[in-house]
């Protein structure tokens, strides 16, 4: 996803230069003979261990129980992917890709293929062709095996809301965005679209000059539809939501109240609860990831967790029932608290255990001094209203709702510390898939010791073996698992402690 940096809300917080001592930007610098190496610098272990950091960018990762599949949204090949060094070595294409993989019995995937090849690219106008995907973000699989696709990209003038026909191969528009948005929010409860609008343009009439939280009613994800057309640039109909079929509703807007409570949807706070503010406002416009968990087994009533992908970050809970007309209504709601985890940055995609709790990412993770010092230090310094420990941030963390309606937050150390996009736990409850969002990443997997206990267990790195070429689309990625170490959530929490400033 695209998020507003840090830096912003440093400029803005920060914008009179004051004298900032060497422990106010107190950064412990990666030692890979930490026993805790594996979990908290992550990327710098894998490397070493000969993990490829080539990947740019993997974005949603999910897993189609039904049909035993993995698919991965590539945002971009480009730097690693695309230098023809390394291990990964395709042609340059910056509108991305759908890979997909085989899993086994025991839900490893050793293959990844291309699905569908983005573009292609026009240079001249530096676009992307608008009857096929550019820079795929979110992915879900519909009850029928169909592929929907979000985009985030700025190769398209509006973005786009796919659905792949797996079928016939068939790609169809399914929505068109407002102008300077992005849809986010992908998931599909009892084959209802739910779809999220990030950062609209404030010059777009209501609802979308601010980001919207909704879905679609009147409308099954199996339905057959005519493609959308693609608005004119700058008209009327590119200022709003397109839809080939059904009707959006809005159950929640960045600055409008939650029902039943005082808080307004994306409000954003330190750990202490204070709001903390940046252009004037405390309201993050990046609505993210939806998280569906049902209360009951009609799935027509229960929570919708939604990831709000600023820094700080935060999720917003609405509980909400579905009426005779199928449409949606919210009882209540609340901001979780993540001051216990020490708050949380950039909440990006999301997904839903196999036992009914959440998981939401954090996308960004400094992972040297320089970029701590530059884009980082001083507004998680204000977060957390002190000294920050950056080895706190990028990682997972679970929400749990509870039966007197509060949430339980749980940071995963043990996962391992990366930028998150999202993650996906397969049906075992035990073997967990991430995207990791940026240049030059790794993909990653995670085996708990428990089923339904994601506090520890062994992370494992993929090695890959690219054959044939994306010329003709038909080349492949053989990956081979490299054990990165065994741990659980409260030793490399310690570890993490032991490295805070004056530790």
């Known amino acids: 996803m695209r998020r507003l940096s840090l830096l912003l809300v440093v400029v803005i917080l ?128 519909d009850s029928k095996g169909d592929l929907w696709i979000y985009e985030d990209t700025d190769l398209h003038a509006n973005n786009f809301a796919w659905k792949y ?21 992908l998931r599909i409860v009892n084959d209802q679209v739910f779809l999220n609008v990030q950062h609209p343009d404030a010059g777009n009439p209501e609802p979308f000059n601010m980001a919207t939280v909704g879905y679609v009613s009147n409308f099954k994800a199996t339905d057959s539809f005519t493609a959308v057309a693609v608005p004119e640039p700058e008209s009327d109909a590119a200022k709003t939501l397109l839809l080939a079929a059904g009707e959006y509703q809005v159950l929640g807007r960045a600055g409008d109240t939650i029902s039943g409570s005082t808080v307004a949807f994306g409000t954003m706070t330190t ?3 204070a709001p903390f503010a940046y252009e004037g406002s405390n309201i993050c416009n990046d609505p993210d990831g939806n998280m569906f968990i049902p209360s009951n087994e009609a799935m027509t009533a229960g929570i919708l967790y939604t990831n709000w992908e600023c820094a700080p970050g935060g999720v917003s809970r609405i509980d909400i029932t579905q009426g005779a007309d199928g449409k949606w209504i919210v009882n209540s709601g609340y901001h979780v608290d993540f001051g216990p985890v020490k708050g949380v940055i950039y909440n990006c995609n999301a997904s ?19 970029t701590w010092m530059e884009e980082y230090a001083e507004g998680l310094n204000a977060i957390v209203e002190g000294i920050a420990n950056p080895y706190d ?79 003709s689309n038909d080349f492949a990625f053989t990956l081979k698992w490299i054990e990165l170490g065994t741990s659980d959530d409260a030793t490399v929490q310690a570890a993490v402690r032991a490295l805070d400033s004056g530790a």
């Open 14 to 141: 920060f914008t009179v230069v004051v004298h900032v001592s060497a422990q106010d930007h107190y950064f412990p610098e990666p030692d890979l003979t930490n026993p805790a190496a594996p979990f908290i610098f992550t990327w710098h272990y894998a490397v070493e261990q000969g993990a490829t950091a080539e990947w740019r960018k993997q974005e949603g990762v999910i897993i189609d129980q039904a049909n035993k599949k993995l698919y991965m949204a590539v945002t971009r090949m480009r730097d690693g992917m695309s230098d023809g060094e390394g291990d990964i070595r395709l042609d340059e294409n910056p509108c991305g890709m759908i890979m997909v993989g085989d899993l086994s019995v025991d839900w490893d995937v050793t293959e990844l293929r291309p699905l569908i090849i983005g573009g292609p690219y026009d240079e001249a106008t530096e676009t992307c062709s608008v009857d096929n995907i550019s820079e795929p973000d979110n992915i879900f699989v």
């Open 165 to 185: 026909v797996q079928a016939t191969g068939e790609l169809l528009r399914f929505a068109s965005l407002p102008y300077g948005s992005e849809g986010t929010g």
């Open 271 to 273: 750990i202490s609860g």
């Open 352 to 370: 839903v255990t196999p036992w009914g709790t959440g998981l939401t990412s954090e996308e960004d993770a400094p992972l040297d001094a320089d």
């Open 393 to 471: 941030y990028g990682y997972i963390t679970e929400l749990i709702p509870n039966a007197d309606g509060t949430t339980t937050v749980k940071k995963h150390y043990a996962m391992g510390r990366r930028e998150n996009e999202q993650s996906w736990v397969a049906p075992d409850q035990r073997t967990v898939y991430f995207g990791d969002d940026g240049t030059d990443k790794i993909f990653y997997k995670f085996i708990a010791t428990n089923p339904g206990d994601l506090s520890a267990g062994t992370l494992y790195a993929a090695h890959i073996t690219q054959t044939g070429t994306n010329g």
